[in-house]
């Protein structure tokens, strides 16, 4: 998760934390997770988007609330 803020990296520890995804990679300005069913997670590097898709350009926002909690879930690990 090379380049990636503190909140970003929080949200994917906490999506994988959860059980809700796995595998993060950088991939270009998103970080990407495959989801534990179907599809993918992306979060903007930036931490200030969580999108769920196949693709990114297909992708959609998912509620910022939502992103919040795998955030305080992801640093709960800190």
């Known amino acids: 998760m ?12 906490g999506l994988v ?13 998103h970080i990407r997770l495959r989801a ?5 997670y992306w979060v903007a590097i930036d931490g200030g988007e969580l999108l769920r898709g196949d693709a990114l350009d ?6 910022q609330t939502f992103a919040d909690a795998m955030a305080k879930a992801g640093r709960s690990l800190e």
């Open 36 to 40: 534990r069913v179907g599809r993918f």
């Open 58 to 63: 297909m992708a959609e926002q998912l509620q």
């Open 2 to 13: 090379r380049g990636a803020s503190r909140r970003a990296r929080a949200i994917a520890e």
């Open 17 to 29: 934390q959860t059980g809700r995804a796995y595998d993060p990679r950088t991939v270009g300005t």
